[in-house]
């Protein structure tokens, strides 16, 4: 892990990072109470991990990724989200929403704030996404094109 990025990520920690991954570790646990919910919580736990460690990873879409789809990326992923939301989306993303407001307040809070906003958005709709470094998202993307 480059320096910036593990600066960041100690940074990252005091300014609710453990906080809400405890949050994602939550709706990982709740889910893993059902069967049904188990493949939510494998995702939630996925998250909290990057949660907990966001600088030097990326979300990214996995067909865009891998060039193909599966089955989180069609229809039944659309679904899939669609209960991920009601039952854990919803909460989750207005924790992170929260916090970017709470650190934007601050000029040295607002990269904090940013990554906040992109975790909400992630937690909005997460089915389909897949958690890479930064450096295979860029030589993927560089290699695509």
Avoid: C
Wanted: proline share 3%; net charge positive; glycine share 10%.
């Amino acid at each position: 892990m480059p320096l910036l990025s593990l600066l960041l990520n100690v940074l990252w920690l005091f300014t609710g990072g453990i906080w809400m991954a405890l949050g994602w570790l939550l709706a990982a646990v709740l889910m893993a109470l059902s069967i049904i919910g188990l493949p939510w919580a494998r995702s939630a736990l996925t998250i909290a991990r990057y949660t907990l460690l966001p600088f030097g990873q990326t979300a990214v879409r996995r067909d865009e990724f891998r060039g193909r789809e599966d089955m989180g990326t069609g229809f039944l992923g659309f679904i899939g989200n669609i209960i991920w939301f009601v039952l854990a989306g919803w909460w989750l993303a207005l924790g992170h929403l929260l916090s970017a407001v709470g650190l934007a307040v601050t000029i040295i809070g607002l990269p904090f704030a940013w990554a906040h906003l992109k975790l909400a958005l992630l937690a909005l709709w997460p089915v389909g996404t897949e958690i890479v470094s930064s450096d295979d998202f860029d030589r993927r993307m560089v290699r695509r094109y």
